[in-house]
């Protein structure tokens, strides 16, 4: 059974720095492009980031790119979203998403609250 269980999320001030972690399971982690996928309140879906397997290439929307970062550790199964300079707009529930074109599992989302 496919598990992504995101943790990390919270409330941090603009300006300020987090990191979000997704513990994998159920699956080959090392060989699956990961990303990650945010719902701000009262909007939809909005892509972020992704990494891909076995080289680990990756892409950002152009709203975060610069500031977030995204990685993964084949060897502990954990994909990474290292967030800075964040503002009030990155607020949302940040999910951890197996595969990027086509997404076959989320995990339950993390709260990112960036307010002071």
């Known amino acids: 059974e496919v598990q992504l269980v995101e943790s990390g999320g919270g409330l941090v001030q603009p300006g300020g720095s987090l990191r979000l972690s997704c513990a994998a399971s159920?699956?080959?982690?090392?060989?699956?492009?990961m990303s990650w996928v945010r719902q701000a309140p009262g909007k939809g879906l909005e892509w972020v980031s992704v990494?891909?397997?076995?080289?680990?290439?990756?892409t950002y929307a152009d709203s975060v790119k610069g500031r977030f970062t995204i990685s993964r550790d084949d060897a502990r199964s954990t994909l990474y979203l290292q967030m800075n300079s964040l503002k009030p707009e990155d607020t949302a529930v940040y999910y951890c998403a197996k595969g990027y074109y086509a997404i076959d599992h989320w995990g339950k989302g993390t709260l990112v609250t960036v307010s002071s």
């Open positions: 159920g699956f080959t982690f090392s060989s699956s492009p």
């Open positions: 990494i891909r397997g076995r080289g680990g290439t990756t």
